[in-house]
C-alpha cells in the first residue's frame, strides 16, 4: 500500500481503504476500499478537499508510472467508458436547443443500448452503482444526469422485487426518460434557485403530460414504459400529479420511480442546499410510506441501498458509538454491539422497548474507537 496525491491519482489505480470526507461532522464514505479509480471519481476527491488516497501498491511504488491495469480494473475501466457515453446521448436527448416532438429512432436505439448496460453493468454491482452515482452528483446538476442515476437506482429495487429481466428493462427506460418532458419546460424554471411562484409550480407539473406525450408520438414505448413517465410524480394518497391516482392504482413501475426520483432529489448537491445524508433521507422517505411512498417498494429500496452495512461503525443518538451486527427488516434500525467504554452491550434499535427512542445519528470517525 502506498500513499498518492490526488494529483498523481490515475485511473485503474485500485483502493486499499476507504475514501472519507476530512471532517468527523460531514463525515461519510466516498468511495470503498477495492473500488477502481474512474476519472470522474478522482475529480469528486479533488471537489470534496481529499488531499490523497491510500493506493494497493502492487507495483504502484512510482506514482507517475503508467498504470498496467489488471483484467478486474480493465472491466472497470470499461463500465467507466459506457457511462461516460451514455451521459454523452442523454445529453444529446435532452438538449436538442428546440421543443422535442418525438424522439428519433437513433435515440430510441441509443436509451435502449444505455439500459441494456445499466442492467449487464450496474445493477448486479451495488458498489459500483454507488460510487458512480456519488460521482454524477454536483452542483451543475442537468436533468440527464438525474435521470440516469434514477434508472440506475431503480435496477436495483427491480432486482429486489423480483422483477423479471423484461419487467426491469421497462423500469430502467422509463427511468431514464421520466423527466424528458422538462426539456420543453423553460429551463429557468427548471434551474431556479429559490422557490417557485404558483404559476411556475403549474408550468413544472406539466412535465410528466408532455414526456408521455413525446414517448407516444415516438411510437416506439409500449404502455407500461409510458404509464411510469406519465405517473412518477403520483403520491401513494392521491395527492399526487397529474390526475390524483392512489394506491396501488399507480402503476408499480411509477412507484418505483418514485422513491427513486425523490431520494436523488434530496442526496443531489444544489447550490441553493446542501445535500441530505443517504440515512435521513432514507429515515424521511420511510416515514412518508402509505403518503408519499409504497410500503412494499420503499423496503425493497432500503434493501438495495442500506447505509449501515454490517461492520459499519455508527454514533448513536445518546452519543455512544458501535458497529452494526445485524439487520432487522427495517435497516435502517440494526442491531449495534456498543464498543469504547461500554464496550460488550448489543442494542437491538427496533425490537428493544428500551431502545426505540434510540437512533443512529450518522457514520463514528473517532480516534477513541475499540474493539
Request: aromatic residues 8%.
Amino acid at each position: 500500500m502506498i500513499i498518492v496525491n490526488v494529483e498523481k491519482l490515475r485511473e485503474g489505480m485500485q483502493l486499499a481503504e476507504d475514501v472519507c470526507t476530512t471532517t468527523a461532522k460531514e463525515y461519510k464514505v466516498l468511495l470503498k476500499k477495492g473500488m477502481f479509480l474512474s476519472s470522474q471519481m478522482i475529480n469528486v476527491m479533488k471537489e470534496k478537499g481529499i488531499k490523497s488516497a491510500k493506493i494497493v501498491s502492487g507495483g504502484l511504488e512510482d506514482a507517475e508510472t503508467p498504470v498496467n491495469l489488471s483484467s478486474a480494473a480493465a472491466a472497470e475501466k470499461q463500465r467507466n467508458e459506457r457511462i461516460s457515453r451514455a451521459l454523452t446521448d442523454l445529453d444529446e436527448i435532452f438538449d436538442c436547443n428546440e421543443e422535442i416532438k418525438e424522439l428519433s429512432h437513433t435515440a430510441v436505439q441509443k436509451v435502449d443500448n444505455i439500459a441494456n448496460d445499466i442492467i449487464y453493468d450496474i445493477a448486479s454491482d451495488t458498489s459500483f452503482l454507488g460510487n458512480q452515482m456519488i460521482a454524477l452528483q454536483n452542483y451543475d446538476d442537468y436533468t440527464y444526469k438525474h435521470c440516469l442515476r434514477v434508472s440506475m437506482m431503480a435496477a436495483s429495487v427491480s432486482a429486489e422485487l423480483g422483477l423479471s429481466e423484461d419487467e426491469t428493462k421497462e423500469v430502467v427506460v422509463s427511468g431514464l426518460l421520466h423527466d424528458i418532458g422538462k426539456s420543453n419546460i423553460d429551463h429557468d424554471i427548471i434551474i431556479k434557485p429559490g422557490k417557485l411562484t404558483d404559476e411556475e409550480f403549474a408550468e413544472i407539473k406539466r412535465h410528466p403530460v408532455i414526456g408521455y406525450n413525446i414517448l407516444k408520438n415516438s411510437g416506439e414505448y409500449n404502455s407500461n414504459i409510458m404509464s411510469g413517465v406519465l405517473f412518477h410524480q403520483e403520491k401513494y394518497d392521491g395527492s399526487g400529479y397529474p390526475t390524483g391516482i392512489a394506491g396501488e392504482e399507480i402503476p408499480l413501475i411509477a412507484r418505483i420511480l418514485t422513491v427513486c426520483d425523490v431520494f436523488d432529489a434530496l442526496t443531489s448537491n444544489r447550490p441553493y442546499r446542501t445535500p441530505w445524508s443517504v440515512a435521513e433521507t432514507e429515515e424521511y422517505i420511510l416515514g412518508a410510506c402509505d403518503q408519499h411512498f409504497d410500503y412494499e417498494v420503499t423496503k425493497a429500496f432500503l434493501r438495495a441501498f442500506n447505509p449501515y452495512p454490517i461492520g459499519t461503525m455508527v454514533q448513536l443518538s445518546d452519543k455512544r458509538h458501535g458497529v452494526v451486527i445485524r439487520h432487522n427488516e427495517n435497516v435502517l434500525r440494526p442491531v449495534v454491539r456498543i464498543m469504547g467504554k461500554f464496550a460488550g452491550e448489543e442494542l437491538d434499535l427496533m425490537n428493544d422497548f428500551r431502545f426505540l427512542t434510540t437512533s443512529i445519528t450518522g457514520l463514528y470517525n473517532g480516534d477513541d474507537f475499540t474493539q
